[in-house]
């Protein structure tokens, strides 16, 4: 089994909905990520052994993401629209998730309506927003925290400030982000990767 598995289960840590949530914080958020039609921004990885990875995120709306990891780690993660896949080239394995088993469903999906499986976390700093997706139904998900800060800069004046995932062993990988550019210009290429099993083809 790949040493990077972690980092993928904590993107796909829930699937689904929990009590409603109303509030105007959570209205908020729900305008931002409807602002939010493509994106790029450095991201920095921590995991629960205080391994840092980098690399660059891009962001298509509807349902395409990509994870390009620093220079030296065979890793991928690519959202198609459709999947969530998970390559790891040094073992050649490939893993797919549904795009609507994980939260960053909530980021991909223009449609989705985040309250009806996230509340905002209360907080005493009145500039952060923090929302946390939680399935009581299936615990072994996981949890799912958002970070927001309120800057005029980002759409709906909340800027993604990346996530926190804590599993339920009690591991945890957040994911900061930087430099973030939104409704820039990103090609559909951006989305194809590789298949280590297939030399030669692509997906």
């Known amino acids: 089994m790949s040493q990077y598995l ?15 949530q109303t509030g105007t914080d959570l209205a908020a958020v729900q305008r931002a990520i409807a602002g939010i039609d493509s ?23 509807p349902g395409k993401i990509r ?19 998970f390559i790891d080239y040094s073992v050649k394995q490939v893993q797919r998730w549904p ?5 960053l469903g909530v980021l991909l999906d223009p449609g989705r309506d985040i309250s009806r499986y996230a509340k905002i976390v209360p907080s005493s700093n009145p500039a952060v927003l923090s929302v946390e997706a939680y399935d009581p139904k299936h615990p072994e998900y996981g949890r799912i925290t958002l970070v927001f800060a309120r800057s005029a800069a980002a759409p709906g004046g909340l800027m993604l400030q990346g996530w926190a995932a804590l599993d339920t062993q009690g591991n945890r990988t957040t994911i900061r982000l930087s430099d973030q550019k939104f409704n820039v210009p990103v090609a559909d290429s951006a989305f194809r990767w590789t298949d280590p099993r297939r030399q030669g083809r692509s997906s």
Request: charged share 10%.
């Open 6 to 20: 972690l980092p993928l289960a904590a993107l796909v840590a829930v699937a689904s909905p929990v009590a409603a």
């Open 39 to 61: 994106m790029t921004a450095a991201f920095s990885q921590t995991d629960r052994n205080g391994q840092v990875l980098t690399g660059t995120l891009t962001l298509k709306k």
């Open 67 to 85: 994870f390009q990891y620093q220079k030296g780690v065979p890793l991928l993660i690519v959202g198609d629209g459709k999947a969530l896949t």
């Open 99 to 103: 795009i609507g088993s994980s939260p």
